[in-house]
Each structure stands twice: as C-alpha cells, then as structure tokens.
C-alpha cells in the first residue's frame, strides 16, 4: 500500500497548512462557522468547490493560491534557508541566546497568581466581616 498523496489533492493541502498552523480541525471549523465532521471530510475531498475553498483560505489566514500551490518539499526548503545560511561567524550576528531562565518566569507568574489569590480572599473575608 502507497503512502503516497497526490499532489493537487486540495483537502490534504488544506490539513497540512492546518497542521502547520497548530491549529486543530474543531478550531478551523468554528473559524468557519461549520462542525469539526465537516471539516474532516474537506480534507478527505480531492477537489474543493472555489467558494468553498476562499472560505477555508479565509479561516486559515492564507490566500487561495497559498492552498492551491501548497507543497511540504517547499515549507522544508524554506526552512532550511535558514539553517543552511549559519551567521554565527560574521559580525553583524544576531544573539539568539535566551537571556533568562523559563523557568524563573513560570515561578514568577506562578506566584502572581497566588498573590491574586490570597487578595481575592482578603477581600471576601472583609466582605464577610462587614456583614
């Protein structure tokens, strides 16, 4: 059995330019104002109505050419420009070091909420007393 998709099969297109985007078939198809059954039959579908496809282009944040042309040999193409051109060594690189430690910024936040907390509790107990 093929793994194999044919390339102009547009419902395909469409789950791939999804899934790039991170984004799951229930979040496009509120984005279209449709069901998470229906979006997963357009990306079953070999060839999409052009009104339908504008609307998809449309959730997706993309053009209609962008679906039409979509292919994964030229995301990956694209991407490796960027790794294949290493500026490490010239002198106008850019320090793409992280700076901080994630970890102190989720502590940090962790602790903003607590206090958020222990405020909004302050505040009822008051409420209560007051009564």
């Known amino acids: 059995m093929s793994t194999t998709t044919k390339p102009n099969h547009i419902g395909r297109k469409i789950s791939r330019i ?3 985007k991170d984004m799951k078939q229930e979040a496009l198809a509120q984005a279209m ?3 998470q059954q229906a979006v997963s039959i357009l990306e079953n579908s070999e060839t999409i109505e052009e009104e339908k496809l504008i609307e998809v282009a449309k959730a ?6 962008a679906i039409k042309n979509f292919s994964d040999e030229a ?3 694209y991407f490796n420009t960027f790794t294949d051109n290493d500026f490490s060594n010239s002198q ?6 992280c700076t ?9 936040l962790y602790e903003r909420l607590v206090q958020a907390e222990k405020d909004k509790l302050e505040y009822v107990e008051k409420l209560l007393r007051e009564k």
């Open 75 to 77: 995301v990956f193409n």
């Open 92 to 97: 106008g690189a850019m320090n793409n070091h």
């Open 100 to 108: 901080f430690n994630p970890l102190d910024k989720v502590v940090e």
């Open 33 to 35: 104002g449709t069901n």
């Open 60 to 65: 997706l944040g993309v053009s209609v050419e």
């Open 18 to 20: 999804r899934e790039l």
